[in-house]
């Protein structure tokens, strides 16, 4: 192996594909810095983007993070580097999430070849068709989330019943939360502000049939000329979890499902992702219980699998937003 750094051109490119990472309301959480002197990459939650009533204790801002983090291993892997990420090093500042040094590698990571998915992932809130995944596509992608440390558990008829349940009462807390409301505001919609959030074009229709739980970011507010439709009267759900519940497992927890997203995306399936049942604590332990029928590690995102039309993407921020270049460090 070499040791020769890698430069700051290359790294810009690899953060770019970092940042199509899908994060909670598209809040894009992320603030990277990288030394050219040192070849040292950090990672930085960035605070101002954080929702207290939502996300009180950070956890969807570490997942948000963990999944760019995986499209930043891909980049790097498809251009013939190395990512050597090291979680969580300095215990005095929970704001860096990861350190990371690039090497030449003379065989990269197989994970190079999902670097065609980042830029066609989507995030749906489309009607998907009443297709049946198949089970071999199902399987592969519960070993993509065993491969990085974590499990994906497709849910039976009964459960996915159990789970609808869980997220109708999420829905209807949300709605007797005036602070969780305004947060949502603040980050879609009209309360967008710039390459961030998401916008209007990006809600989806309104559903007035099906069960498929797609989140409705309007959130009791109008929105004009905006279509309904019939939603999968069933779903395709899976549950992704990890063995433990600490910081560091939702980093992990992350890569997983970004691992799960871009694999999904490469075998041609839509994906979209539901977190409202987990961002009530009462509420996300049905999720683990084995009579509401996920698995017994700790649930960290709801995704539903299917078919269905492609979206456009959501905004993005610049690269410059995003990434500092430390000549001096």
């Known amino acids: 192996m070499s040791t020769r750094q890698a430069d700051a051109a290359a790294v810009t490119a690899w953060v770019g594909d970092a940042i199509m990472a899908p994060s909670m309301h598209n809040a894009q959480p992320w603030q990277f810095t990288y030394a050219p002197g040192t070849g040292r990459l950090l990672l930085h939650m960035d605070m101002t983007r954080s929702m207290p009533h939502t996300d009180s204790d950070n956890r969807g801002m570490h997942v948000s993070c963990g999944a760019a983090l995986f499209n930043l291993r891909v980049a790097a892997a498809h ?14 500042d929970p704001r860096l999430l990861a350190s990371v040094e690039f090497v030449e590698a003379a065989d990269p990571e197989p994970a190079a070849v999902l670097h ?3 830029g066609r992932r ?28 974590a499990s994906l558990s497709v849910l039976g008829a009964w459960q996915v019943e159990a789970v609808l349940d869980v997220v109708e009462e999420a829905e209807q807390d949300e709605q007797l939360s005036p602070e969780a409301r305004a947060e949502i505001a603040r980050w879609t919609g009209a309360g967008v502000r710039g390459p961030e959030g998401i916008p209007v074009h990006a809600f989806g229709p309104r559903r007035h049939g099906g069960r498929a739980p797609v989140r409705d970011f309007s959130v009791g507010r109008p929105v004009p000329e905006r279509r309904s439709a019939v939603f999968e009267h069933a779903p395709c759900l899976a549950v992704l979890g990890t063995a433990q519940d600490r910081p560091a497992d939702w980093l992990l927890a992350g890569q997983a499902l970004e691992r799960v997203l871009l694999q999904a995306t490469a075998d041609g399936l839509s994906t979209s992702l539901n977190s409202q049942a987990l ?18 590690s700790f649930p960290q995102m709801l995704l539903r699998l299917g078919y269905g039309p492609m979206v456009p993407p959501t905004p993005r921020r610049d690269v410059g937003d995003v990434l500092d270049i430390d000549e001096e460090g």
Not at 285 to 292: F, K, N
């Open 279 to 296: 961002e009530h604590s009462e509420l996300r332990w049905l999720l683990r219980d084995p009579h509401s029928g996920a698995t017994a």
């Open 122 to 149: 989507r995030s749906s809130r489309e009607p998907f068709t009443e297709e049946q995944v198949p089970a071999a596509l199902l399987d592969a992608l519960s070993g993509a989330a065993r491969s990085e440390g």
């Open 116 to 118: 065609p998915a980042i």
């Open 79 to 92: 251009a013939g580097w190395s990512a050597h990420i090291r979680p969580l090093p300095d215990t005095a």
